[in-house]
């Protein structure tokens, strides 16, 4: 089979994309880039030079330079969240596959206006890059959980420094991974309720818990533990010598306990790993996972498995699952008095 060609959105020599997405594009056979579209034709040739690029590939500007070349099988954009309606719209219209980072839109409007150029557009595979999905970590525990290894779960609770955050944080992180999509969207809501609390360098004054919002999670988006669980997010700095990320899963046969160097399991951290406490032995074991890039740096492993599974015709978001997030998060913010 001929290697999916590739039109890249913001190939820079800087940020995201070179770290994570580039590795895997240059290293498989079954992609190929084709075409890079920067802010200007000067840096989009410089990124090809600069990344060992054929001549071949062309330099584009425009956005509907993308959308207009015949060769591109696969549009990929990794913007601003605040460009991506603008960036990759005429793509859309034209028809064309499409891979974007999250968000899908800066707001729940502009998502669902992306979600309808694309329905209008015929678009096969329209996927928004949610790679904490394909993250071996999460997978491991996903199979624990449904394995039975610690019984009928009772809760869940995650604790994470914001190291990349401020006095703030938005709430809607962990819904990426503990979420993840079930049967029938047309099911009635379950309840669920989370508190939230926020203190660190800028916050010098620990906050009481906020009492969040009695929201609505559709069945669709059931917890990855697959039932309706208690969330307690809670985002401080770690404690000296303690892990930057502890997410327990309490059941009624054990634990599991999974620890890493940050909350972002997403791009993953070198220490990650991942404990079960049994109650009847009273023993605690590690459980190991297979990370099927590990030649691969952090950051580019699970976008690899992203672009891994849409080639084999499986998304890892659809437009419309990326909708249903922004909705939820939307309500969530609305619960809270945040206008978003």
């Not at 330099?59 to 990794?78: F, M, R, T």
């Not at 394995?147 to 990349?164: F, H, N, P």
Request: some cysteine; proline content about 7%; hydrophobic content about 40%.
């Amino acid at each position: 089979m001929a290697p999916t060609r590739v039109g890249f959105i913001g190939l820079s020599q800087t940020g995201w994309a070179p770290k994570a997405h580039l590795p895997y594009l240059q290293s498989s056979p079954d992609y190929e880039i084709v075409a890079i579209c920067n802010s200007s034709v000067e840096s989009s040739q410089a990124s090809i030079k600069a990344y060992g690029l054929p001549a071949s590939v062309k330099a584009y500007a425009n956005p509907q330079d993308i959308a207009n070349d015949k060769s591109i099988d696969l549009v990929v954009c990794s913007v601003r969240v605040d460009r991506h309606l603008a960036t990759i719209s005429p793509s859309l219209r034209a028809g064309k596959d499409v891979l974007v980072e999250w968000p899908l839109g800066k707001n729940l409007a502009e998502a669902e206006e992306l979600l309808r150029l694309k329905n209008e557009g015929g678009v096969k595979n329209a996927v928004v890059d949610l790679q904490a999905r394909q993250a071996p970590i999460v997978k491991k525990v996903k199979e624990l959980v449904d394995g039975g290894v610690i019984g009928r779960v009772l809760s869940t609770t995650w604790t994470g420094a914001a190291g990349l955050g401020g006095a703030s944080v938005v709430e809607a992180f962990q819904l990426r991974l503990l979420h993840r999509p079930q049967n029938n969207p047309r099911q009635p809501p379950s309840h669920n309720q989370a508190h939230r609390q926020r203190h660190g360098p800028k916050d010098p004054q620990p906050r009481a818990p906020q009492d969040i919002r009695r929201h609505h999670l559709p069945n669709r988006h059931a917890l990855l533990l697959l039932n309706p669980h208690l969330i307690i997010p809670a985002w401080r700095a770690p404690f000296k010598g303690q892990p930057g990320l502890d997410w327990r899963i309490a059941g009624s046969d054990g634990e599991i306990r999974v620890s890493a160097g940050g909350p972002f399991l997403q791009m993953g951290f070198p220490d990650m790993k991942i404990e079960v406490h049994d109650h009847a032995s009273d023993e605690v074991r590690d459980v190991a996972f297979e990370e099927e890039f590990a030649a691969l740096e952090l950051p580019a492993r699970n976008v690899a498995s992203v672009y891994k599974e849409l080639r084999a015709g499986r998304n890892n978001c659809s437009f419309e699952d990326a909708v249903e997030r922004h909705r939820l998060i939307k309500e969530i913010y609305k619960d809270s008095g945040i206008d978003a």
